[in-house]
């Protein structure tokens, strides 16, 4: 099968966009022409085993980048289907420009087994065809007691360990973990929460705890597990990344471990990007998250961190909830945004509209970086690479309404902001899993 995407503006080297046609045989790039420098589809027709061109889609100069990747997703199955399905959280995760998405192990039951990761395998296979990347846990339900069976989840097709949802309290136990990976030459991704430093809080140490007299989180109960890991990763030599950097501290802390050497790798969130305690209404659990909203120091820490390179990629940690937990009030609602739907234009209108990054910085960050880091063989658009595109509306403006949301999550703290930057359609190895004419 033969396909064409033309009229397409696709960023070139310089990171400039061009208008060019892309082609694709059999789910895989064949060729990218300039406007007008197609060759002749009955030539290319005949050149190609592949037969006949089924599908052409006219792309009406909107940007076409490669397929987002999101390295810290929350799809909930097993367990939690009332929160979201691998068959809902992949729709969503299309509808937001998403190709390639790595799920946490936080299920029930937890992804401490070979089974598991089979059941979210087979489970994704029957979904829309999203690429999901299981993570496994580093401890046995998540629980930092024993470890995992990490040389099984390596074989049953796990990419990582990690206990996201809780930190790794102990420090012995997160050695052997990283010495066993590094052993593997797997990665240890690792939510940093030292839980005697949070007891109880629910929003950062800060104006808004400060206003509703609130116990707040501090920023060490983070960068402790993060300066803790760092020398256990020296030490281990295995490749370290952190989950959802949030403070001022776990920007310096990483920087410092990137200039000599240390193998480490970090993620940032859209809304650690975009919003500070500072910004939160009231008691409002569609503002609740882990780790909470930071001040307006540890935000810009954050985006001079991603604009140096010490923070490797941007990652959505997608945590849908039901509405009747959210219901119970910013104390007792579970912590967790939805994040695959809004997070390229929030990203796209909050800095490259406004003239902070250049596009291909954004694009990047989303695609070929996480590629890279986690050597995934995919991220860049050009010949041979598969056909996983997003199409991209960078101009309508259109308000955030939870209402259309493919994800069964309603919580976002974005309602009504006017955005743009929409993804429109998507593809996977050629497959137009989504679009929004088709809807
Ligand atoms: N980020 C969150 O606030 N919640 C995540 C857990 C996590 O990512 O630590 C969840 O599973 O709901
Ligand atoms: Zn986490
Ligand atoms: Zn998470």
Wanted: aromatic share 6%; with cysteine; glycine share 8%.
């Amino acid at each position: 099968m033969t396909q064409w995407i033309k009229n397409a503006s696709v960023l070139n080297e310089e990171g400039q966009p061009e208008n060019k046609s892309v082609w694709i045989v059999n789910g895989k790039i064949k060729g990218i022409f300039k406007a007008g420098q197609e060759p002749d589809i009955d030539t290319l027709e005949e050149q190609s085993a592949a037969g006949k061109t089924l599908e052409i889609t006219e792309a009406e100069g909107k940007l076409l980048v490669p397929g987002l990747i999101d390295m810290h997703v929350h799809l909930r199955e097993p367990g939690f289907e009332h929160k979201e399905t691998i068959e809902s959280g992949c729709r969503s995760a299309a509808k937001g420009g998403f190709t390639t998405i790595a799920c946490m192990p936080n299920t029930r039951p937890v992804t401490d087994n070979p089974d598991t990761v089979q059941l979210v395998l087979n489970k994704a296979k029957e979904a829309n065809g999203v690429k999901v990347l299981p993570y496994a846990a580093i401890t046995k339900n998540e629980l930092g007691r024993e470890l995992t069976d990490f040389e099984a989840l390596k074989s049953a097709g796990a990419i990582g360990f990690t206990d996201d949802g809780v930190g790794v309290q102990n420090a012995q136990m997160m050695k052997d973990a990283m010495r066993r990976a590094a052993a593997l030459d797997m990665p240890v991704i690792a939510h940093c929460e030292d839980d005697s430093l949070v007891e109880g809080a629910f929003v950062t140490e800060g104006e808004f705890a400060r206003k509703l007299g609130l116990k707040g989180i501090p920023n060490e109960s983070e960068a402790i597990h993060v300066g803790r890991d760092i020398l256990l990763a020296e030490a281990t030599g295995v490749h370290y990344h952190v989950c959802h950097v949030s403070t001022e501290q776990s920007v310096r802390l990483l920087r410092q471990a990137k200039a000599i050497g240390i193998k480490v790798t970090a993620e940032v969130c859209p809304h650690h990007l975009i919003l500070s305690d500072e910004d939160i209404p009231g008691l409002d659990a569609n503002w609740k998250m882990n780790p909470p909203l930071r001040s307006p120091r540890d935000v810009e820490a954050c985006i001079e961190g991603l604009l140096d390179g010490t923070l490797d990629m941007i990652v959505t940690d997608h945590a849908p909830h039901s509405e009747e937990e959210k219901a119970k009030g910013m104390e007792l609602a579970p912590f967790g945004i939805v994040g695959f739907e809004t997070a390229f234009p929030l990203l796209y209108s909050k800095f490259v509209a406004t003239g902070l990054w250049s596009l291909d910085f954004l694009v990047e960050k989303m695609t070929a970086a996480p590629a890279r880091v986690f050597r995934l063989n995919i991220g860049l658009l050009e010949e041979g690479a598969p056909a996983d595109l997003t199409l991209i509306d960078l101009d309508t403006v259109k308000a955030v309404d939870p209402l259309t949301f493919e994800t069964k999550g309603r919580n976002t703290p974005f309602t009504g902001w006017k955005l743009q930057g929409w993804p429109v359609t998507t593809w996977v190895d050629g497959k137009m899993i989504w679009s929004e004419n088709l809807q």
